[in-house]
């Protein structure tokens, strides 16, 4: 799995192509806890999603679906205007 993310390091037209502002609306939800992908990895997303909300779960490493699934299916919900389960 690294090698995909390696690989893309090596494509300079991807790194350095200006591909604008996205403006889908756009939910981020990251676990506070991650080791590998710290919380800090998302500041400044604003500045590429014109539409972004960000949610970070407490007590939560990477796998957040899998750490907190409840919690992640009501944010979803939430986004989605989606009435409760």
Known sequence: MLNYYRANFWQPELTSQNWGMLTTPTLLIWGEDDVALG???????????????????PQCGHWVQQEKPDLVNQYMREFLQLPPA
């Open 39 to 57: 919380k800090e990895l998302t500041y400044g997303t604003e500045a590429y999603v014109a539409d972004l909300t960000v949610r970070y779960i």
